[in-house]
């Protein structure tokens, strides 16, 4: 508490103030006391001279040891003190309150010998006699200028003391308002000095701890006032910019945890200081805390750590293309941070599995589509070659041969018809006539259309439907050919002797279609992108087809507000379910 501004201003004040009330009580008490003292000297000495005077015929008629007692007791009734009269060689003659046998010679007494020295003496002892401090006063009595008798007049000091202590009572309870008076108000005027300094410390406080809510001090014209405002200047603009500090780090914090790419920011040693949670889910990051740890134990792939490195070395942005995991294909550019970080490296990764997917997907198209293109114009250039070598000379060959082109034509026709209808589809481009449909409809010409290709290909195909499905709203050459291609692909990916089947149920607001086969199936993983257009499982190119029968029908499926999907397991076959909303 005495640490504060408010009790150093304070205290030195009340402490002088104290010293000197005290040095001014003792000074009056003792000028006081000596006043008295001086006064009752005087009055004895005045009251001994004119008991000498009176008892001087007295002595002079009196013997060599006369009896003055009587005297003595008289003067001490009139002047109320102790009175007595000794003689030159000390011998007491007369005493007015003491039995004057019991005293012995008072020849040592001080007052007696400075009286016998200098005609008067006075003392201030103890009396053993009274057992009370008194204060004597002795005169000589002279005859011919030579002392005939001493008288001695006394006063116990009692009624000394008791004004004398009445008095520092008084001046003891002055200083003590006083002090109390002054204490109060050093008190309440330095803490008006102080109160800015305080509001001034709070707010300070309330700032070192990121308080935001700052109250403005109020303003006064003096120092502490001017430091005050300087101060207030000062936290506002200081809360502003932390503010402005906040949002900034909260901008950067959102989109380091929104981005997708990953970010990692390693510090000269290798040491990761920063990972965003993209980064953490690229490279599948399970430390608790990957703060602080070796990148390598961090990203457990060499080509990071390598191209950190290089980087570190040449102080050069450099780039890495690298897989992850279970076909992730990424790409890290490695930045050196210097020299706002100086010695950290900034580590940015992009996954561009789906860019080099499409990229691998338009190269399998365009050689799928070159190879399903030539065979039939190989054909039909064999078979052009064969007419010009002759065979138009033969009527019933040349016949044949024109029955194959056709057929090669129309082969080249369709996957024409394909690619157009697939480009037309995803513009947006094929309008729907959507009319309510019975779904026996939609499944039955499909499935009348595959027939003889499943017998050829020795399948069973069946259908379960039964009457009374309801009618759905589809347009129905649409939705067959979503059949017919689900079920060309069933033909085509179940081995001879096995079964496809087509069912259809109602589900709830809409129908399910359902295209079972007993076929080859499909890998879990290839599973969710069959429906991508031109994905095949099988790259070999082994099974004809372009891959985009799934992607055709995943968009008429779309367009009537459908979905489409597939389970699979293989070797046991595959199930297509699609849905249209009833009418
Ligand atoms: P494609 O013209 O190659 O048949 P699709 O888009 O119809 O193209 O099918 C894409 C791929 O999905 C096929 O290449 C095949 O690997 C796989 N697939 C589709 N249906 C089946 C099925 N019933 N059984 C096994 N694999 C299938």
Same mark, same amino acid.
């Given at each position: 508490?005495?640490?504060?501004?408010? $009790?150093?201003?304070?205290?030195p004040y009340?402490?002088?103030?104290?010293?000197?009330?005290?040095?001014?009580?003792v000074?009056?008490?003792?000028?006081?006391?000596?006043?008295?003292?001086?006064?009752?000297?005087?009055k &004895?000495?005045s009251?001994a001279?004119?008991?000498?005077d009176?008892?001087?015929? =007295?002595l002079?008629?009196?013997?060599?040891s006369p009896n003055?007692?009587?005297?003595?007791?008289h $003067?001490?009734?009139i002047?109320?003190?102790r009175?007595?009269i000794?003689? #030159?060689?000390?011998?007491?003659w007369g005493?007015?309150?003491?039995?004057?046998?019991?005293?012995n010679n008072h020849?040592?007494? #001080?007052e007696?010998i400075?009286?016998?020295?200098t005609g008067?003496g006075?003392s201030?002892?103890?009396s053993?006699?009274?057992g009370v401090?008194?204060?004597?006063t002795?005169?000589?009595?002279?005859k011919?200028n030579?002392?005939?008798a001493l008288?001695?007049? %006394?006063?116990?000091?009692?009624q000394v003391s008791?004004n004398?202590a009445s008095?520092?009572?008084?001046l003891?309870?002055? +200083?003590?308002l006083v002090t109390a008076?002054a204490?109060l108000?050093?008190v309440?005027?330095a803490g008006?000095? @102080?109160?800015?300094?305080?509001?001034?410390?709070?707010?300070? $406080?309330r700032?070192?701890?990121?308080?935001?809510?700052?109250?403005?001090?109020?303003?006064?014209r003096?120092?502490i006032?001017?430091l005050?405002q300087?101060?207030?200047?000062?936290?506002t603009?200081?809360?502003g910019q932390?503010?402005?500090?906040e949002?900034?780090?909260i901008?950067?914090d959102?989109?380091l945890?929104?981005m997708?790419d990953g970010?990692?920011?390693v510090?000269?040693?290798?040491?990761v200081?920063?990972v965003?949670?993209a980064?953490?889910?690229m490279?599948s990051?399970?430390?608790p805390?990957?703060?602080?740890k070796p990148?390598i134990?961090?990203?457990?792939?060499h080509?990071?750590?390598?191209?950190w490195?290089?980087c570190?070395?040449?102080?050069? %942005?450099?780039r890495?293309d690298?897989?992850?995991?279970h076909r992730?294909?990424?790409q890290?550019?490695a930045?050196?941070l210097g020299?706002t970080?100086?010695?950290? +490296?900034? &580590?940015l990764?992009?996954?561009?599995t789906?860019?080099?997917q499409?990229e691998?997907m338009?190269?399998d198209?365009?050689?799928?589509v070159s190879?399903e &293109?030539r065979t039939?114009l190989?054909a &039909?250039k064999?078979?052009?070659?064969t007419l010009q070598a002759g065979?138009?000379e033969?009527?019933?060959?040349a016949?044949?041969?024109l029955e194959?082109?056709e057929t090669e034509?129309?082969?080249l026709?369709?996957?024409?018809n394909?690619?157009?209808e697939?480009s037309?589809i995803?513009?947006?481009?094929?309008?729907?006539n959507l009319?309510?449909t019975?779904?026996?409809d939609?499944?039955?010409?499909a499935?009348d259309?595959l027939?003889l290709q499943?017998?050829?290909a020795?399948?069973?195909?069946s259908?379960?439907?039964?009457e =009374?499905l309801p009618l759905?709203?589809? =347009?129905?050459?649409r939705?067959q050919?979503?059949v017919?291609n689900?079920?060309?692909?069933a033909?085509?990916f179940?081995?001879?002797?096995?079964?496809? @089947?087509?069912?259809v149920t109602?589900q709830?607001?809409e129908?399910?279609?359902?295209?079972?086969?007993t076929?080859?199936?499909?890998a879990?993983e290839d599973l969710?992108?069959i429906?991508?257009?031109?994905?095949?499982?099988?790259r070999s190119?082994?099974?004809?087809?372009t891959?985009?029968g799934?992607?055709i %029908?995943?968009?008429?499926?779309?367009a009537?507000g459908?979905?489409?999907w597939?389970?699979?397991?293989?070797?046991?076959?595959s199930t297509?379910?699609f849905t249209?909303?009833?009418?």
């Amino acid at each position: 508490m005495f640490h504060s501004i408010r $009790w150093r201003i304070a205290l030195p004040y009340v402490t002088l103030l104290l010293v000197t009330m005290l040095a001014l009580g003792v000074y009056i008490s003792n000028f006081v006391r000596q006043s008295y003292l001086n006064d009752m000297e005087s009055k &004895l000495a005045s009251e001994a001279r004119m008991i000498g005077d009176v008892i001087t015929p =007295d002595l002079v008629s009196a013997g060599a040891s006369p009896n003055l007692d009587p005297q003595a007791k008289h $003067w001490d009734e009139i002047l109320n003190a102790r009175v007595t009269i000794i003689a #030159p060689d000390g011998t007491v003659w007369g005493e007015s309150e003491q039995d004057r046998a019991t005293m012995n010679n008072h020849s040592d007494r #001080p007052e007696v010998i400075q009286a016998l020295a200098t005609g008067e003496g006075s003392s201030i002892r103890y009396s053993q006699t009274l057992g009370v401090n008194m204060m004597y006063t002795a005169i000589t009595v002279l005859k011919n200028n030579a002392p005939m008798a001493l008288v001695r007049t %006394a006063l116990p000091l009692q009624q000394v003391s008791a004004n004398i202590a009445s008095l520092q009572r008084v001046l003891i309870a002055v +200083t003590a308002l006083v002090t109390a008076i002054a204490i109060l108000l050093a008190v309440i005027i330095a803490g008006r000095i @102080t109160r800015p300094v305080r509001s001034l410390t709070q707010s300070a $406080w309330r700032l070192a701890s990121s308080d935001p809510v700052v109250q403005p001090i109020p303003p006064s014209r003096d120092e502490i006032g001017q430091l005050a405002q300087v101060f207030n200047i000062m936290s506002t603009r200081l809360s502003g910019q932390i503010d402005d500090l906040e949002t900034e780090r909260i901008t950067l914090d959102t989109v380091l945890q929104k981005m997708t790419d990953g970010v990692l920011i390693v510090d000269e040693q290798g040491r990761v200081q920063l990972v965003n949670p993209a980064a953490i889910k690229m490279f599948s990051i399970s430390l608790p805390v990957a703060i602080g740890k070796p990148l390598i134990e961090v990203v457990r792939h060499h080509q990071p750590e390598e191209m950190w490195q290089r980087c570190r070395a040449t102080g050069e %942005a450099q780039r890495v293309d690298f897989e992850v995991g279970h076909r992730l294909s990424l790409q890290g550019i490695a930045t050196s941070l210097g020299p706002t970080m100086s010695g950290s +490296t900034l &580590l940015l990764f992009q996954d561009l599995t789906n860019q080099r997917q499409t990229e691998a997907m338009r190269r399998d198209f365009i050689s799928n589509v070159s190879h399903e &293109l030539r065979t039939p114009l190989a054909a &039909l250039k064999a078979l052009t070659e064969t007419l010009q070598a002759g065979a138009l000379e033969d009527p019933p060959a040349a016949h044949r041969f024109l029955e194959q082109m056709e057929t090669e034509v129309d082969s080249l026709s369709l996957m024409v018809n394909e690619l157009l209808e697939l480009s037309r589809i995803e513009s947006g481009r094929v309008p729907l006539n959507l009319a309510s449909t019975p779904p026996l409809d939609i499944v039955t010409p499909a499935v009348d259309r595959l027939r003889l290709q499943a017998e050829r290909a020795g399948l069973t195909l069946s259908v379960e439907c039964t009457e =009374d499905l309801p009618l759905v709203l589809a =347009d129905a050459t649409r939705v067959q050919q979503v059949v017919v291609n689900l079920l060309h692909n069933a033909i085509k990916f179940t081995p001879s002797g096995g079964v496809v @089947t087509v069912n259809v149920t109602r589900q709830d607001r809409e129908v399910r279609f359902a295209i079972s086969d007993t076929g080859i199936g499909i890998a879990a993983e290839d599973l969710p992108r069959i429906f991508e257009r031109f994905y095949k499982v099988d790259r070999s190119r082994a099974t004809s087809g372009t891959g985009l029968g799934l992607a055709i %029908a995943r968009h008429l499926v779309d367009a009537h507000g459908g979905k489409i999907w597939a389970e699979s397991e293989v070797g046991k076959g595959s199930t297509f379910y699609f849905t249209i909303p009833l009418a």
